[in-house]
């Protein structure tokens, strides 16, 4: 994952659910954690975000295999606009 306004780049490690704040996700209670670098999280939203991607096209996932990774992106595909999806520079 990289944050789309700040460039951070690192992955999901989970949901935190946010009792106070304007900025959640679509289900209106959560923001992602999202590990820039151990110790550093970053809580972020779905909107802050965008999705790396390889050279097919596929979501870049640790020790993933294609099929599933392929499921994940059609999955992304069906909720996210196009550009949100971007390789690594």
Same mark, same amino acid.
């Given at each position: ?10 992955f999901i490690?989970?949901?935190t ?10 289900d209106?209670k ?5 590990n820039?670098? /151990? #110790?550093? %999280?970053q809580? =972020? *939203?779905e @909107?802050?975000? &965008?999705?790396l991607v390889? +050279?097919e096209e596929?979501?870049?996932m640790?020790?993933q295999? /294609? #099929?599933y %990774?392929?499921? =994940? *992106?059609? @999955?992304l595909? &069906?909720?996210?606009?196009? +550009?949100r999806?971007v390789?690594?520079?």
């Amino acid at each position: 994952m990289k944050h789309r306004h700040e460039g951070h780049v690192g992955f999901i490690d989970g949901l935190t659910e946010i009792v106070s704040g304007p900025n959640r996700n679509p289900d209106g209670k959560t923001q992602y954690r999202m590990n820039i670098g /151990a #110790p550093d %999280r970053q809580l =972020v *939203t779905e @909107s802050d975000l &965008s999705i790396l991607v390889d +050279d097919e096209e596929l979501v870049i996932m640790l020790r993933q295999k /294609a #099929p599933y %990774r392929r499921a =994940v *992106t059609q @999955s992304l595909h &069906s909720v996210l606009a196009p +550009d949100r999806f971007v390789k690594p520079a």
